[in-house]
């Protein structure tokens, strides 16, 4: 007999599996512990064999996709998938060894990348956008010439949900409080947000996409320097004894789970993007991420480690001017923190294939095939063979050993 499992079931599919199930729904617990492995929310047993082979519990997209070997992918805007460019970049992945897109669905601004169907929940939240005309065609190319689809979904950094409801954001006098690129947060604290993002991510499922990647899952940087100065609610953490920190660490990580839970019954993988220096502290404290609690509540975990956004770290004094030694630092310390995990999820970096001119004369290095080349060495000679490749403007770079 297959051990009995609790698996979390979505608001938006609950009433289906009421009338189709004889399940009996326990009461909703919520865990504070501090001895953290799996949080689940709004569970029900059933038996985990019969999850992984009934349609009843697995959505059926109507796609077939392989996992690869190992996902070695790029980022998609929504404008490139929609766009003049998404021809290029197929050209790009049938050319070489990379087999995976990242695509916008809810971007940076906290809106659509697509319009959802009349029929659809999320047409009334009014977020919509035309840049690509039909999802679903989209994903039926990718799947032709076998490109797993991964959903990139913005979570907490979402300036349009926070403009529209300021209850659900950070307010600063009488005004809804932004960061000094005028971007604004909404709340981890409030579970409306949650199934704000879940719904939407559970609409790419139902698409076709594969896995669901969640980003900006943290509190804004910074945070415990303003936190006793902005206005905004807590939610069921209000009554919470642990300290700030903690609270927020349990909100984000409490996201993640519940998450998870709600999208089992489609059958995708979650993954969560992180600050890379996550991995070499027990927390960061500020905006609420704990490298080792996330990562034992998804499927792949991707660090972002853009040797550009370290300051001096590792003993490297410039990081941007030596990709390599960053990489395989970064490798280092990740390894040695996942191997404590019971169940770790799969490593798959963010690298970069960008300049930071930004830096200034001195501090970085023109990017390029070299560049690009020395940083998934690095990951491959530490045993981790998934990444991915940002460039903002999604022009990589040409002729890369994507397989060194």
Do not use: C
């Not at 971007?107 to 840049?131: C, Q, R, V």
């Not at 903690?246 to 993640?256: G, S, Y």
């Amino acid at each position: 007999m297959k051990a009995l499992k609790w698996l979390g079931i979505s608001a938006l599919v609950a009433t289906s599996l009421l009338t189709t199930s004889q399940a009996t729904f326990a009461e909703e617990k919520e865990s504070t512990s501090a001895d953290f492995t799996e949080r689940t929310y709004g569970f029900v047993a059933v038996d985990e064999e019969m999850v992984s082979t009934s349609t009843l519990f697995t959505y059926d997209a109507g796609l077939t996709f392989t996992y690869p070997d190992a996902i070695r992918g790029v980022y998609v805007t929504g404008h490139s998938a929609g766009g003049a460019r998404f021809n290029d970049l197929l050209n790009l992945l049938d050319t070489t060894d990379l087999n995976a897109m990242v695509i916008d669905i809810k971007d940076d601004f906290g809106d659509l990348t697509y319009m959802p169907a009349e029929d659809s929940p999320l047409a009334a939240l009014n977020i919509g956008n035309k840049y690509m005309k039909n999802p679903r065609e989209v994903l039926e190319v990718l799947e032709e010439k076998q490109i797993y689809p991964i959903a990139r979904v913005v979570v907490f950094k979402d300036t349009a949900l926070a403009e529209a409801k300021p209850e659900l954001s950070f307010v600063e006098g009488s005004s809804v409080w932004k960061n000094g690129r005028k971007e604004a947060f909404v709340n981890p604290f409030m579970k409306e947000v949650w199934d704000y993002n879940v719904q939407i991510a559970i609409e790419a499922a139902k698409m076709g996409f594969q896995e669901i990647q969640f980003d900006y899952v943290r509190f804004p940087e910074g945070f415990e320097t303003r936190s006793d100065v902005l206005k905004y609610g807590k939610g069921d953490y209000a009554t919470s004894t642990e300290d700030d920190v903690q609270q927020r660490v349990n909100a984000v990580t409490d996201f993640v789970a519940y998450a998870r839970e709600q999208l089992k019954p489609y059958g995708v993988k979650v993954s969560v993007d992180i600050f890379g220096y996550s991995a070499t502290l027990p927390e960061a404290p500020g905006i609420g991420q704990n490298f080792s609690k996330i990562s034992s509540n998804v499927d792949v975990i991707s660090s972002m480690i853009y040797p550009s956004h370290w300051t001096s770290y590792f003993g490297i004094k410039k990081p941007d001017l030596e990709p390599y030694r960053l990489v395989q630092e970064y490798a280092k310390a990740e390894n040695a923190t996942l191997a404590k995990l019971e169940n770790p999820p799969i490593s798959r970096p963010w690298l970069q294939d960008f300049t930071a001119s930004y830096l200034g004369a001195g501090n970085y290095l023109k990017y390029g095939k070299a560049e690009v080349e020395a940083q998934i060495k690095a990951l491959n000679e530490a045993g981790i063979n998934e990444y991915l490749l940002w460039n903002a403007g999604n022009r990589y770079t040409p002729g890369v050993d994507y397989t060194p």
